[in-house]
């Protein structure tokens, strides 16, 4: 799977849009671009994910780059309860199977009152 | 969205002894769970792939015979730390895929006294 390079932290004042980086240049035509968040003491939440267009459900945005070299993450309106690891991850997704999902540092989000 | 269920969520044991982790898949089936370990501040680490049916696939450094893995049906897989020593107390989080998604455990706190 593609490595993944997130910044190890950011702020976000709180009602405002977080946006989170991923880069993943060497990223491969079948590998998807999957976001989780964990916050602390809990498991992994599965947020979004993608393959090459914009995606948007509930919980946030995904921008991803026309060369599939990064994408964007967006929360649109955080909340503190957003406070959180986020991370991104590239992984293959066949049609029915997953593969192993390894997890870099991600970034840490702290939204700010 | 599916449900994946670990339990215990927390437990204390004396070192030597054993302890089994238990993770459901609750409203699908899973061919295939993952085990991760996650030491405080780090991100998590896969152990192992637990496939039904067969034996489990242990990333490299990790112990088959410390950490025990069976996956005897469709819906469960169980992670039993044998001869637990304090090094061994960590954050364990299973994960169950389902078509291209993930789903994640709410995590078992082992503390090893």
């Known amino acids: 799977d593609a490595k993944t390079t997130q910044p190890p932290s950011m702020d976000c004042a709180e009602g405002r849009a977080a946006n989170l980086p991923c880069n993943h240049s060497t990223i491969s035509g079948n590998e998807y671009v999957y976001w989780y968040r964990q916050i602390h003491s809990q498991g992994p939440q599965y947020i979004i994910h993608g393959l090459k267009n914009n995606e948007t459900n509930e919980m946030a945005s995904l921008i991803i780059t026309e060369d599939r070299k990064s994408s964007t993450l967006i929360l649109p309106h955080a909340t503190l309860r957003d406070t959180a690891v986020y991370y991104c991850i590239a992984v293959t997704a066949e049609k029915t199977s997953y593969d192993k999902v390894i997890f870099g540092p991600g970034t840490s989000l702290s939204v700010i009152p | 969205g599916a449900v994946v269920s670990q339990h215990p969520s927390w437990v204390i044991c004396k070192s030597g002894t054993s302890v089994k982790i238990e993770c459901r898949s609750l409203?699908?089936?899973?061919?295939?769970m993952f085990w991760y370990r996650q030491f405080p501040k780090q991100s998590l680490m896969l152990m192992a792939t637990?496939?039904?049916?067969?034996?489990?696939?242990?990333e490299q450094g990790v112990e088959k015979d410390k950490f025990l893995i069976n996956h005897a049906s469709l819906t469960l897989s169980t992670l039993t730390v044998t001869s637990a020593h304090p090094e061994d107390s960590s954050f364990y989080i299973c994960s169950a895929s389902q078509v291209t998604e993930a789903f994640f455990g709410q995590g078992t706190r082992l503390t090893v006294v």
């Open positions: 637990s496939n039904e049916g067969s034996k489990a696939t242990y």
């Open positions: 409203d699908f089936q899973a061919t295939t």
